[in-house]
């Protein structure tokens, strides 16, 4: 997942930070010492996630935009200058604007704050942020909790002790806690310096930064591997089963299936040689045959393999995570119910591929493939009578037809208690007998007065005619004789 | 949506009481005259819909929406109230459908004008349908024997709509009061009860109905709190057209839904063929689908839009006629289902048909910047159609690195034309739930069973293996890994095998790989040994599972040439031998480019197989004379590591590193052309001692 550094570069943050002079260094020095740390880790073990670079003081600039190339990070980090004062409120517009722009706001970020803890004076401090709080129109609302789900990471070169003193770490937390909680503050142990700030750092990243390492599993197949972005816990539904649902490392993979979509959250998950691999096997498969695989990521939490290309032909084996559930996609029924063909008697994808078992139909067809009649609207209502009368003047061509939409019509009339039209269509077919013309064939006078009778018979309401199942019938004639 | 919300029980009570009957006084005209037909015919009167017909109908168009978009788990309890209580169905998943609803109205027909309006109530529906709020359902019924120790998790909450026509603000203050007071009751009885559970919440929504025309004599009220167990809401609404909008409003607010018109679908005309027209078609759907307009606030310049009452929005989205029918795969983000708002209008009904006949469309989302954004798809899967959420944005999954960068990325020989065989072998299907396998395992369960069978053996380069290249070792190779046998199957296996010795008998080349190993690679006889041990390691992993498995193994034990180093023993019958015989083995895997892995299993296979050779040895079924002409060749080109007996550690060593060298770097040109070099240097070997290949090698560059 991206991240993004929000880096103070406020006077405080040139204050020396020994009086003996051992070490000649301001907190900005160790602000960068620390930030250096993360970045070089990150271009270890994380190279294929996207991290900016934003300064603050009273304004904000954007000195590198989303980027994997860890070394302009590191560039633009030794360039630093000094500005005024702290101003944290617009800083985090500035960062919800960035964020937004480029991922959009359904994509998780971690945002790393990086202070000394002074959060400004007057007006546009923090405190004065807080203070206006609840005074605020819909227009100049406070960023947090921002719009995409974001994890707050506040790095403080300062000790606690000396953040207790005043308000700061009071308002940190009160910033963490409008975040929704998600997140943490970092401060700095003992007497500030290179080596206090490397813990600090090394703290944040096995919190947040430490790389996601598992085990593919295919029987007596197997890989290690390592995903990125790292799979985070999902909580499903507080209310029965409040346990957030981590990704097992022991990934088992269920079997494969020749399904064409792709659904839910994708994570790429890229396999870090000479020896064969099973996951580069695996891809390759996958590619030529144009599968995909089901893999196994916990009790009742199910994924996919596949092969993913992008535009330059170098493709990789993907993981995408449905979302947890014993049934993720319905039309593949429950994962748990997914048998090997194997089991059957003829080979539910056919000799040569021809067919497929999936998608499994849903027991009840939804409303729009059954022909369901809704006469909430006048014109829905005059349809279907239209219809009736149309197929009755071309009888007895289409008896199947007028039966067909005349017992459609009964139907919902019954259901609907609307016994009055049935009458109403019992009218309109004896005026249409009427008016039959001399060439018509004599069957059609007789199928119009038997389905006139028959929808009166129902309108009484008499459970000999009107019980809903019924159908009425064509009238049987025979006119060879 | 929590699990257990109100929405979970939705108790529909409708008045069935005789002043129901009455007319709604809106007229429908379903007479309608073609031109050529008016003269002298007397049009029909309109009909006109009762309330009773109007609160069934609009009830019925509740429920459609509902079950389109939640086909489970959010189940409807539909009760009807006259002189008495009817209760239509039950919280049971089967009895969860509009057609089943609708066959239970028609049962109980329209109200009787004539029934003693004084013996008649909407009180009879709503106390019942308390009773039947505090009825467990099949959900909390499962997930309470689920969780035992945290069984109180489950919670039990609820809503009652109820389609009346009530007296005035006091009757419907009456009708609050007793159900609340039938809630406290029934929540004693169910603390006794296994199958009932107290209700914790309970909504109530009343809808007053009243004629056309008519002054309304209750006021509409949001929602309050009577107790904490219940909140009420009323709302006066006139039959007809503003009741159907009422219940579509709240249906999307009670279950949380959204509205997306899609917009400039082109139709063919009815009437003229040639020419067409765009027509809008309007779904229900959750409103996650909307997430990322709510949350970038985008919501107004996707195109939203008020309508009717103010209340219900829509959002806008273009349709992009689908260029190709090729899949693409888009990031998807989400797949919701849909309900189209006008299930039978034409256009509704070509955009679902279109769809359902496995047809996709990209919506495209209109901007303000007038840039286009492809942010949604419309697409079926299994006769359920599914509004798919793409992403817009930039996505981080971009520009990942190919796989052929890291572990294994640079070894071009996998067996991925196999490993797709296999993968077909091992597809799924769905079984149905009613399928009870004898093993009690799951369907799922025993996928996996089959994996784990079919991948004891499992070589995932061509290199590293030969029966697999083997056409002639297919039969055997298929039917082994199953879990059991058949007498015609192990037939067919000992078939494969005597074709193999044939095989050997008449000298026929194997697919040795030669990858790795200089020169010609191993001898023939040499080859079939290879092919043997292969072989027998297959079948070795599947002999313990049934008895016909083992006797595969037999037969192959039985059959196979045997290791040179065996008939020498019984000709020396020296024991010394065996511990050299092992470690030279594992020095000449090594240059046959096998992990170190491999040569491991193979040792312990190969130690295996020396003790069950010890066994077969002296049995007479060991039919000793296909043997023969294999040991005659091994006599004449013997391994030239064998004939010098005892092999240092030392030698063994150099060997080892000189074969790993020989691996980095490319074969001269020259070296592969020419015959003579090849064969100068093997002479070169068999002259001096065996031990110095290497060394030679390099001395001779």
């Known amino acids: 997942m991206p991240t993004v550094v929000l880096m103070d570069v406020s006077l405080s943050m040139t204050r020396p930070v020994s009086l003996d002079g051992s070490e000649d260094f301001q907190r900005k020095n160790l602000a960068v010492h620390g930030l250096t740390m993360l970045f070089e880790h990150m271009a270890a073990n994380y190279r294929l996630e996207f991290t900016s670079l934003v300064a603050f003081s009273s304004l904000w600039e954007l000195l590198v935009p989303f980027t994997r190339d860890y070394n302009a990070l590191q560039e633009a980090l ?19 604007n960035i964020v937004q722009q480029e991922w959009g706001s359904s994509c998780p970020c971690q945002v790393v704050l990086v202070t000394d803890g002074c959060l400004g004076i007057g007006k546009g401090s923090l405190r004065h942020s807080f203070h206006t709080l609840k005074q605020r129109g819909d227009d100049k609302k ?37 975040n929704g909680g998600e997140g943490q503050i970092f401060t700095m142990d003992g007497p500030l310096c290179l080596k206090s700030v490397q813990t600090m750092f090394g703290k944040l990243i096995d919190q947040a930064y430490s790389p996601f390492h598992a085990v593919l599993h295919c029987g007596n197949l197997s890989s290690d591997v390592q995903v990125f972005p790292r799979p985070e816990p999902v909580v499903v539904d507080e209310e029965v089963e409040p346990m957030p649902r981590t990704v097992n490392t022991e990934v088992d993979e269920v079997g494969t299936g020749a399904t064409d979509e792709l659904e839910e959250e994708a994570s790429a998950s890229q396999m870090a040689g000479k ?57 593949l029924g429950r994962i748990s119910h997914l048998g090997p063909i194997s089991e059957a008697a003829e080979n539910p994808y056919g000799e040569d591929d021809s067919k497929s078992p999936f998608p499994v139909q849903p027991q009840i067809k939804r409303s729009y493939a059954q022909n369901v009649t809704v006469w909430i609207k006048a014109s829905g209502l005059q349809t279907d009578v239209q219809k009736i009368l149309r197929n009755a003047r071309k009888l007895p061509d289409k008896t199947q037809t007028f039966y067909k939409e005349l017992n459609r019509l009964r139907k919902a009339a019954l259901a609907f208690g609307f016994w009055e039209l049935l009458k109403g269509v019992a009218d309109l077919l004896e005026r249409e007998c009427t008016l039959l013309p001399d060439s018509a064939h004599p069957d059609a006078a007789f199928q119009l007065s038997h389905a006139a009778q028959q929808l009166k018979l129902a309108s009484t309401g008499d459970s000999q005619y009107a019980a809903f199942d019924h159908n009425i019938v064509p009238m049987h004639t025979d006119f060879s004789s | 949506m929590k699990m257990f919300s109100v929405s979970h029980k939705t108790a529909f009570v409708v008045d069935h009481c005789p002043y129901m009957a009455e007319s709604s006084r809106q007229q429908v005209e379903c ?10 015919v007397i049009p029909l009167a309109p009909v006109s819909k009762s309330l009773w017909t109007c609160a069934v109908e609009c009830s019925m168009e509740y429920c459609r929406i509902l079950y389109d978009v939640y086909p489970t788990n959010k189940l409807v309890n539909y009760i009807v109230s006259d002189s008495e209580f009817h209760i239509l169905n039950s919280w049971r998943q089967e009895d969860q459908s509009t057609h089943e609803l609708m066959a239970a109205l028609a049962a109980v027909g329209p109200p009787n004008p004539r029934e003693d309006p004084e013996c008649c109530s909407i009180l009879h529906g709503l106390v019942a349908a308390v009773e039947s709020l505090c009825k467990i359902t099949e959900l909390q019924h499962e997930k309470r024997t689920a969780l035992m120790d945290t069984a109180e998790r489950v919670a039990n909450r609820g809503r009652i709509i109820c389609l009346t026509n009530a007296k005035s603000d006091t009757h419907v203050r009456m009708l609050e009061d007793c159900i609340q007071e039938t809630i406290l009751e029934q929540n004693k009885l169910a603390a006794g009860s296994d199958r009932l559970m107290a209700i914790q919440q309970c909504e109530l929504v009343l809808v007053h ?10 006021s509409d009220r949001p929602k309050k709190e009577i107790s904490p167990l219940l909140t009420s809401e009323v709302h006066s609404v006139r039959a007809g057209r503003h009741l159907a909008t009422k219940l579509n409003i709240l249906v999307q607010q009670h279950f949380d839904l959204a509205s997306t018109t899609i917009t400039n679908i082109p139709m063919k005309e009815e009437q003229h063929a040639n020419t067409s027209a765009n027509y809008d078609v309007e779904l229900l759907h959750h409103r996650d689908a909307h997430l990322e307009f709510f949350k970038s606030g985008d919501l107004h310049m996707a195109g939203s839009t008020s309508r009717d009452s103010g209340l219900k929005e829509t959002v806008t989205l273009k349709w992009c006629t689908p260029r ?66 793409l992403n817009s944005t930039r996505s981080t999954l971009e520009d990942p690195p190919s796989i052929s960068e890291g572990c ?33 395992k799951l369907p799922a369960e025993r996928a996996k069973a089959q994996l784990e069978r079919h991948t004891r053996y499992w070589p995932m380069i061509i290199s590293q293996t030969t029966i697999f290249n083997m056409q002639a070792v297919v039969p055997l190779a298929n039917l082994i890994v199953k879990e059991t046998l058949t007498e015609e199957d192990v037939l067919t296996c000992q078939k494969t095998v005597y074709n193999l010795v044939d095989m050997e008998r008449k000298n026929d080349p ?24 292969e072989l027998e390691t297959l079948v070795k992993t599947h002999a313990g599972a049934t008895d016909r498995h083992q006797r595969v193994l037999d037969c192959i034990v039985a059959c196979r040439s045997k290791p040179p180093e065996e008939e020498e023993r019984k000709k020396r019958g020296r024991k010394r031998e065996d511990k050299e015989d092992r470690t030279e083995k594992n020095g000449s895997k090594d240059t046959d480019d096998k992990s170190w892995q491999d040569s491991d299993r193979l040792k312990g296979m190969l130690d295996k197989e020396e003790q069950e050779s010890e066994v077969i040895k002296d049995s007479p079924d060991s039919p000793e004379p296909l043997n023969k002409k294999p040991r005659l060749s091994t006599d004449e080109v013997q391994p030239p590591e064998r004939a010098k007996g005892p092999v240092s550690l030392l030698s063994l060593w150099t060997n080892r590193i000189a074969a790993a060298n020989s691996r980095k770097h490319q074969e001269f040109a020259g070296r592969i052309n020419s015959v003579n070099n090849k064969a100068e240097l093997y002479q070169h070997l068999k002259d001096e001692n065996g031990m110095e290949v290497h060394e030679n090698g390099k001395a001779s560059r």
């Open chain 2, 209 to 218: 109905i009243y004629p056309q025309g008519e002054d309304t004599l209750v």
């Open chain 2, 408 to 440: 294994g990325g640079r070894v071009t020989d996998y067996r991925i034309t196999d490993f797709g065989e296999f993968m077909r072998e091992n597809r799924l299907m769905p079984v149905s739930e009613s399928a009870h396998d004898p093993s009690g």
């Open chain 1, 78 to 96: 030794s360039n630093l200058e000094d500005y005024d004062k702290t101003c944290v409120e617009s800083a985090l517009h500035g960062v919800s």
């Open chain 2, 510 to 533: 194997l697919p040795i790989s030669t990858v790795g190993s200089r020169g010609k690679g191993p001898k023939r006889d040499e080859q079939y040994r290879i092919m043997w041990n």
């Open chain 1, 275 to 331: 020896s064969p691999n099973f996951c580069v096997l695996l891809h390759g498969s996958l590619k030529v045959e144009g599968m995909v695989a089901l893999v196994q990521l916990g009790p009742d939490w199910y994924g996919m393999l596949y092969s993913q290309a992008d535009s330059k032909k170098k493709s990789n084996l993907m993981m995408s995570l449905f979302e947890p559930g014993p049934e993720p996609l319905p039309w």
């Open chain 1, 142 to 178: 406070f960023p947090l909790p921002f719009p995409f789900p974001a994890k707050l990471f506040i790095m403080c070169v300062a000790n606690a002790e000396e953040l207790n003193m005043t308000d700061a770490m009071e308002n940190l937390e009160e910033l963490l806690h409008l």
């Open chain 2, 324 to 389: 190709t029918n090729s899949i693409e795969l888009h990031y998807c983000t989400g797949a919701y289902r849909i309900s189209p708002t006008d299930v039978n209008s034409r256009p509704s009904s070509c955009l679902t048909n279109f769809l359902l006949n496995g047809r996709s469309v990209l919506l495209e989302q209109p901007r303000k910047s007038g840039s286009k954004v492809i942010s949604h798809m419309l697409s079926s899967h299994g006769g359920e159609i599914f509004l798919h959420v």
């Open chain 2, 31 to 40: 007479d309608v005259l073609t031109k050529s037909r008016a003269q002298g």
